[in-house]
């Protein structure tokens, strides 16, 4: 594992930058008729949203906790929100969402596996 020292935590903090932090649940139509469906335009959605370079990170949940993804976007917590009022399955009371303002470091990506 690589030391990192005092200075070097210092040097990497101060590199940190803004994000907003996505947590998606499950809201009350979750499961019912027609959300796969649905749920597969807010899959769509998503993919725009990162090809556009809005949304960096998405990451679904699918254990059977309520939790159904997490995403981590390039914006202010207000226009997110903004966003995410128009998602198609938050529209349809099938995904809930909340906002959380982050950090990130340069060059925080998934590995590919």
Same mark, same amino acid.
């Given at each position: 594992?690589?030391?990192?020292? &005092?200075?070097?935590?210092?040097?990497?903090?101060?590199?940190?930058?803004?994000?907003?932090?996505?947590?998606?649940?499950?809201?009350?139509?979750?499961?019912?008729?027609?959300?796969?469906? $649905?749920?597969?335009?807010?899959?769509?959605?998503?993919? !725009?949203? !990162?090809? &556009?370079?809005?949304?960096?990170? $998405?990451?679904? $949940?699918?254990?059977?906790?309520?939790? #159904?993804?997490?995403?981590?976007?390039?914006?202010?917590?207000?226009? $997110? #929100? #903004?966003?995410?009022?128009? &998602?198609?399955?938050?529209? #349809?009371?099938?995904?809930?969402?909340?906002?959380?303002?982050?950090?990130?470091?340069?060059?925080?990506?998934?590995?590919?596996?």
């Amino acid at each position: 594992m690589t030391t990192f020292t &005092d200075e070097m935590m210092r040097e990497r903090l101060a590199q940190a930058a803004g994000y907003t932090l996505v947590i998606l649940r499950a809201a009350d139509r979750y499961g019912s008729d027609g959300s796969d469906e $649905v749920i597969w335009e807010h899959g769509r959605r998503n993919m !725009q949203l !990162q090809a &556009d370079g809005s949304l960096a990170i $998405v990451c679904p $949940v699918g254990d059977g906790t309520g939790l #159904a993804g997490i995403g981590i976007f390039v914006g202010e917590p207000e226009e $997110v #929100a #903004a966003i995410m009022d128009g &998602d198609p399955a938050i529209r #349809a009371g099938i995904l809930s969402y909340s906002v959380h303002p982050c950090r990130g470091f340069p060059g925080s990506t998934l590995p590919a596996v």
